[in-house]
């Protein structure tokens, strides 16, 4: 066996090194968020979940952990980390330009209020990691990865509905009933069934699996940057 052949295998150095910087990096950004969001509560016990500027860095703090997911393909693991880095970075710049909310509301400290606050930034990082993740398997076949993408899209859904669920039961406690058919309403349910409708895309119409990953990347980012821009900000 000749000396070439026996190292062909062995991954270049640098290589090695970006593979060891990849994770490193998106828990440095995930340090820094949760660093963020501790700072901004200041002590607070209790998630102060009204606040937006949280919001925004517990979807970026989201974002970073979800991309910590292996691959076992180097070229596909970058373009996923360095999505995420991106994705993240832009949340937390966002967040700084974000006015603290301070509210003495005595309705803000109720454990359905929290979750109902917390499930948008959670339904927001599920949303954009799986955005990601399935326009790179658009270009790329990767099986892996377009199941963990298609199972956070899922829990988008999910935490979002759940969330709607929690903010209903908070508004039956705290006015004596869940809401009617105001424009909040109106706009939380078609959040959800552009959620939903990233299942149910038409594969008559989509058949290629190119095609299809793509218009449920573009649903799902869509939606995310909806509730970023309406709900959170």
């Known amino acids: 066996m000749s000396l070439t052949s026996s190292t062909a295998g062995a991954a270049p150095p640098f290589h090695r090194l970006v593979t060891l910087?990849?994770?490193?990096?998106?828990?440095?950004l995930a340090l820094v968020s949760m660093g963020l969001i501790f700072d901004t509560l200041d002590g607070a016990i209790l998630?102060?979940?009204?606040?937006?500027?949280?919001l925004l860095q517990l979807a970026a703090l989201l974002i970073c952990l979800c991309a910590l997911v292996p691959l076992r393909q180097p070229t596909l693991q970058r373009r996923l980390t360095l999505g995420a880095l991106s994705m993240a970075t832009i949340l937390l710049i966002i967040s700084t330009f974000v006015v603290p909310h301070s509210?003495?509301?005595i309705m803000l400290t109720y454990l359905w209020a929290h979750l109902f606050f917390v499930s948008r930034p959670l339904a927001v990082g599920f949303a954009l990691i799986s955005a990601w993740g399935l326009y790179l398997t658009a270009t790329v076949r990767h099986r892996r990865l377009q199941e963990i993408s298609e199972i956070y899209a899922l829990l988008a859904g999910t935490l979002f509905l759940g969330g709607e669920i929690a903010g209903a039961w908070w508004a039956f406690e705290g006015w004596g009933r869940s809401w009617g058919w105001s424009d909040n309403f109106m706009f939380s349910a078609m959040v959800y069934l552009m959620l939903i409708l990233a299942f149910h895309l038409p594969r008559t119409v989509l058949r290629k699996r190119a095609h299809h990953n793509l218009a449920q990347a573009a649903v799902l980012?869509?939606?995310?940057?909806?509730?970023?821009?309406y709900r959170i900000l």
């Not at 980012?221 to 821009?229: F, I, S, Y």
């Open 21 to 28: 910087i990849q994770p490193l990096s998106l828990l440095s």
């Open 47 to 54: 998630l102060a979940s009204s606040n937006k500027k949280v």
């Open 103 to 105: 509210s003495d509301n």
């Open 221 to 229: 980012a869509l939606t995310a940057l909806t509730l970023v821009g």
